[in-house]
């Protein structure tokens, strides 16, 4: 029996045109490129340029995914918008990114899970567009955490970045068959009993400030690995696939040695694994399809493939989705 399928059609991604270095970092804080290299993976990172907003990155990473993906933005009618950075207190930056791209059809809101907030947002959409009441929409993962970060924090201020990209999804009919194009399955995940290990010291409820991001490293390292191959075995339980049938490994980039740490334990070849955490550091929510904007580019991922996503971050929040591409 035939269902519908929430089909990708395009992808592209905003990085802001700034590069801050790890030897840049070191003149400003104390830390090495040699310790950010080794610990993390991250080489160098982005900033978004004074009065450069999410949501201007978010349009410009829309308008890439549009590009690639030959549709007109008018026939866009539903947008989500993952940040925790969002351009202001209200109205969501979905709405920004709505009118920047002319579009006064459908619906915009943002969404909130953190560096989870990707896969938060597909599997979101997929639900949405499933139900046949919206056909094609753009789900959008856009931070500025360079305004969140405590420039004087070593421990945190190396790891983040500012970007965005996109995907644009549409509502197809499939086969109904786990060899269908298109989101196969999601699973996301949290529990709030870890709020406090990533989290940022501010908010219009509590503080009336925004607040700097603070984290608890080696704690969420250590839960990192096994919540994420917790929730990836789910998506495998419920597809009947397994690793060995993943074409594409593309996690949230936060640190190249949880991406390692997460493949090997899942048995994922190291060749399958999508790394572009050196380039832009941690994106939060745009991580995820920064990487996938950049295996598609060169060549890597392909229509057809088995593309497997996950990502983990503040509350905690996690999740998986695999993707036929
Ligand atoms: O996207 C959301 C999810 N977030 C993450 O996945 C982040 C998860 N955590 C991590 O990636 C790692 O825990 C970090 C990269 C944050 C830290 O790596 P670590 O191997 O866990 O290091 P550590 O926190 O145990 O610190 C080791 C040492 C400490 O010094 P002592 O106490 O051993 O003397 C730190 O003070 O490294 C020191 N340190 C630094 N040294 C140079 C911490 N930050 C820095 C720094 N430069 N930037």
Redesign the pocket.
């Known amino acids: 029996m035939t269902m519908l399928r929430s089909v990708v059609l395009g992808c592209g991604s905003y990085l802001p045109e700034r590069v801050l270095s790890n030897e840049e970092l070191a003149g400003q804080?104390?830390?090495?490129d040699e310790?950010?290299v080794q610990?993390?993976g991250i080489r160098q990172r982005h900033i978004a340029a004074t009065g450069e907003f999410t949501s201007h990155l978010g349009i410009a990473a829309a308008k890439a995914a549009l590009s690639a993906a030959h549709v007109d933005a008018q026939t866009i009618d539903l947008i989500v918008v993952a940040t925790s950075t969002p351009d202001l207190t209200f109205p969501a930056t979905a709405v920004s990114v709505q009118a920047g791209l002319g579009i006064t059809r459908g619906a915009a809101f943002d969404l909130q899970a953190?560096?989870s907030g990707f896969v938060y947002g597909i599997a979101t959409v997929d639900a949405l567009l499933r139900t046949g009441t919206y056909t094609r929409a753009l789900v959008i993962g856009a931070e500025t955490f360079s305004r969140i970060l405590d420039w004087t924090d070593?421990?945190t201020c190396?790891?983040f970045g500012d970007g965005a990209a996109a995907v644009v999804l549409e509502a197809q009919q499939q086969p109904g068959t786990r060899d269908d194009r298109g989101i196969l399955t999601t699973h996301l995940r949290s529990d709030g009993r870890h709020k406090s290990k990533?989290y940022v010291d501010g908010g219009p409820s509590s503080t009336q400030t925004v607040g700097h991001l603070r984290?608890e490293?080696?704690a969420?390292?250590k839960h990192?690995v096994a919540m994420i191959t917790d929730v990836i075995e789910d998506a495998f339980r419920a597809t009947g696939y397994t690793a060995a049938d993943i074409d594409w490994f593309v996690p949230?980039q936060?640190?190249k040695?949880?991406i390692d740490d997460s493949a090997h334990r899942l048995g994922i070849a190291p060749e399958k694994v999508v790394i572009t955490v050196d380039m832009h550091g941690?994106t939060?929510a745009a991580s995820i399809p920064l990487a996938l904007n950049t295996a598609i580019r060169d060549g890597r991922i392909k229509k057809g493939d088995l593309v497997l996503l996950e990502a983990?971050?503040?509350g905690f929040t996690w999740g998986s989705a695999l993707v036929r591409w």
């Open positions: 804080v104390d830390t090495t310790w950010i610990r993390t953190v560096c070593r421990t190396v790891l990533l984290m490293g080696r969420v390292f990192a949230h936060a640190n040695r949880i941690n939060s983990m971050g503040g």
